[in-house]
């Protein structure tokens, strides 16, 4: 860069900085770097390259320093270190979007309190935004408000959002109390394989909701009457089908019961927030829901989603990958017993604090003390179930902990088409994976992790593993293109490097 442009660029910072009320070493905290630079910086006297600059943009949040913000965003992972100190469990992903998706249900004001500020997130309050509702982040929290409007403007809808998300679908159950006709884009998100929306299609025909797939859009109508308070059997035990039933039901006039419902974490969450609006639930937990619904639901409301058992078995594994000790706090206990009965009989030791409670007054709570130490295969394979059996989303991370584990461990990801094949991307690492077909993979261990460079997978816990595994990777690795990774967890590389990872994201020029 010429004298006259780093002056110029140098200026811009320092008043992008300004404006956002930052100090030099809070933006020097923030990029890892000294004071002294920042100073440099701004006076015009450090060379920048792109890849800073592109850093200060995202620090800054702001449009004039970025660089191709529109190019895939990287990591670049110096592998093989320790990590230690203390880390907390951030509130979940699917509670979120499942309270959001609830928070349509009401002509009240909503505010969500210290909502995970994931990717997710984001283009779900996009989607809402475009229809009329009204939403914002209040001021130095990450607590969100919800407006509604009046009327929502489904015409008006964000499409390229909406496309980028399966919760999408989420939104049928809501929408079915307020139109007799409309459509939604067809669902994206993780690409997993071809994920039937016949078992939601099942669930919403009892409250009269038709939908026929056409052109890119599920078309949907609604038979006025259908009568309510029906008891509905729900053909697959899944967490969005149930929450889906749940939206439907809750301002239906009636008892509505639902059998074979997922008691799943994120469930029980929705149900702690729909009791909140005043709807009725009997058997949270359990695998039949009886809901009480109210047609009309009004209400200024406040709710603390709980914290993300996914986020803490990655946090665990990453732990385990690399013989660290570390303490995880808010990790919520019941919906990690399996997970770590299963560690434990691979040899896993750790410790656990007396139990407290989340801020939703409900979900159990413990700080988790991992303990390093050797690890050996399990004699059985390991497989999800629907809980209180092993969750689904935290079956991925044993595949790097296999990887460290003496022996040969098989996994089966029976839920999924193609989740089992993305745990190949462990191979350029130096792990050993034997693809057997596309539902099951034998893991032979322990590895001699090596750096390497790997594209992010299209899901997002096969990606958090294959980022995982590079921590533990002595070396330098580059994962590339971390979107999906974005979508479920934040602020995590920051979080990682503050227990002494070293994670540095860039974008391509």
């Not at 303990?371 to 689904?392: C, S, T």
């Not at 296999?402 to 989740?419: F, K, L, P």
Request: glycine content about 6%; proline content about 5%.
């Amino acid at each position: 860069m010429t004298d006259d442009y780093l002056d110029r660029v140098g200026t811009l910072i320092r008043d992008a900085r300004r404006q956002r009320k930052l100090t030099q070493s809070e933006l020097a905290e923030s990029l890892q770097t000294s004071q002294s630079a920042v100073a440099r910086i701004e006076q015009g006297k450090q060379n920048l390259s792109l890849e800073m600059v592109a850093r200060i943009g995202e620090a800054l949040d702001t449009e004039v320093v970025q660089v191709a913000t529109n190019t895939p965003l990287n990591l670049r992972i110096k592998g093989g270190r320790k990590l230690s100190g203390e880390i907390d469990v951030r509130t979940s992903k699917n509670a979120a979007v499942a309270c959001l998706c609830a928070s349509l249900l009401n002509k009240g004001k909503t505010t969500l309190r210290n909502l995970a500020r994931i990717e997710e997130v984001n283009r779900i309050t996009e989607v809402l935004n475009s229809i009329g509702v009204k939403t914002r982040w209040l001021p130095d929290s990450s607590d969100l408000e919800i407006t509604p409007p009046a009327r929502l403007d489904l015409d008006a809808m964000d499409e390229a959002a909406a496309q980028r998300t399966r919760t999408i679908l989420m939104f049928l159950g809501p929408l079915l109390h307020e139109f007799d006709d409309f459509k939604l884009p067809n669902a994206g998100g993780c690409d997993l394989g071809a994920r039937t929306v016949e078992p939601h299609m099942h669930a919403l025909s009892a409250f009269g909701l038709q939908v026929e797939a056409s052109h890119g859009y599920y078309v949907a109508t609604v038979n006025r009457n259908v009568r309510a308070g029906a008891t509905i059997i729900l053909t697959e035990r899944g967490d969005t089908v149930t929450e889906n039933a749940l939206f439907a039901a809750a301002r239906f006039d009636g008892t509505t019961t639902i059998r074979n419902a997922s008691p799943n974490y994120m469930v029980q969450d929705l149900c702690f927030f729909l009791e909140k609006l005043g709807v009725r639930i009997d058997g949270i937990g359990t695998t039949t829901l009886i809901v009480h619904g109210r047609p009309h639901i009004d209400q200024d409301v406040e709710y603390h989603p709980s914290e993300d058992p996914i986020e803490a078995m990655s946090l665990l594994a990453a732990a385990v990958v690399t013989t660290s000790e570390i303490t995880i706090k808010r990790v919520p206990i019941e919906f990690m017993e399996i997970e770590l009965t299963l560690l434990a009989g691979m040899g896993m030791k750790y410790d656990l604090s007396p139990e407290y409670t989340s801020a939703n007054g409900r979900t159990r709570l413990a700080d988790l003390r991992t303990i390093p130490g050797p690890l050996v295969a399990p004699k059985d394979k390991i497989h999800p179930m629907p809980f209180p059996g092993l969750n689904i989303d935290n079956l991925p991370f044993f595949a790097a902990i296999a990887a460290v584990a003496e022996g040969q461990t098989m996994i089966h990801d029976w839920v999924y088409e193609n989740r089992a094949i993305y745990l190949t991307e462990l191979t350029p690492l130096g792990a050993k994976v034997h693809l057997m077909d596309p539902h099951r993979v034998l893991i032979e261990g322990p590895t001699r992790w090596r750096a390497a460079e790997v594209m992010c997978p299209p899901a997002l816990r096969p990606s958090m593993v294959v980022l995982l595994a590079m921590l533990a990777a002595p070396g330098e690795s580059v994962l590339r293109n971390v979107y999906v990774i974005n979508r479920g967890y934040e602020d995590i590389y920051t979080r990682l490097n503050a227990l002494g990872a070293d994670i540095q994201s860039f974008r391509d020029i």
